[in-house]
């Protein structure tokens, strides 16, 4: 089993559209869940991080339930500009570091915005 | 500023031959990263350094994989006796050092082994 699974898709939507994108993960010992957008061809950049409260970022929201290891991203109004690959990522806590900087990253969905 | 660059950008070589990829972080950024992502995927995570020191190095997929990181800014990611198999998309990150820092990607080196 994927660390990290996703839902590869792809999701055809028309502009204005809302669309969610779900990931589970499988580690309980996972600290810290970021979302990173990845443009065909292009480098992952951090999208948003994703906090137990949920937190929320202009039209983009994110949700995370610890009891389930499920992390969820909703884009609300979809812009043809939203057109990427979208990853979920967790980072894991090693036993007795504070830093271990190590992401795990799921396999990646793929939006596409139509008009 | 200037972001994480790498090189070469392109690579291509021979099964047998030995590769070295390099990687410039963003000025001032204690942690480096290096990750493999093949098409369709998401970045492997490989190893990372907090300045010059290798914190962990769990997903080398062998010993022919080897990184350094000796003056703890540049790092150089090395590939002995390449395979096929070894073929992908080497990305390097940094980040100004705790896990909850954004890690800052570069644009990659393309390494095909013929």
């Known amino acids: 089993r994927k660390e990290v699974e996703q839902d590869p898709g792809p999701f055809n939507v028309p502009e204005g559209a809302t669309v969610a994108f779900n990931c589970t993960y499988s580690?309980?010992?996972?600290?810290?869940f970021f979302w990173y957008r990845q443009d065909c061809r292009k480098e992952p950049k951090l999208l948003m991080s994703?906090?137990?409260s949920g937190n929320e970022d202009g039209r983009f929201t994110a949700q995370l339930n610890r009891a389930s290891q499920y992390i969820s991203l909703l884009i609300r109004d979809s812009k043809l500009s939203d057109s990427a690959t979208y990853l979920c990522?967790?980072?894991?806590?090693?036993?007795?570091?504070?830093?271990?900087?190590?992401?795990?990253f799921g396999q990646g969905t793929t939006l596409q915005v139509k008009p | 500023g200037a972001g994480v660059s790498q090189s070469p950008r392109y690579k291509v070589t021979k099964r047998g031959q030995d590769v070295a990829l390099r990687c410039d972080p963003i000025?001032?950024?204690?942690?480096l990263y290096w990750y493999r992502q093949a098409l369709g995927q998401g970045p492997e995570f490989l190893t990372y350094?907090?300045?010059?020191?290798?914190?962990?190095k769990s997903g080398l997929p062998n010993d022919r994989f080897s990184a350094e990181r000796p003056e703890g800014s540049i790092s150089t990611l090395t590939i002995q006796r390449t395979e096929q198999r070894d073929s992908a998309m080497y990305r390097c990150?940094?980040?100004?050092?705790?896990?909850?820092?954004?890690?800052?990607f570069g644009p990659g080196t393309r390494l095909t082994v013929l």
């Open positions: 990150a940094s980040s100004l050092g705790t896990p909850y820092n954004e890690q800052f």
């Open positions: 580690n309980s010992a996972s600290q810290s």
């Open positions: 994703v906090y137990s």
């Open positions: 990522v967790v980072n894991i806590d090693r036993k007795g570091s504070s830093n271990t900087g190590k992401l795990i």
């Open positions: 000025s001032g950024h204690v942690s």
């Open positions: 350094f907090n300045y010059e020191a290798q914190q962990d």
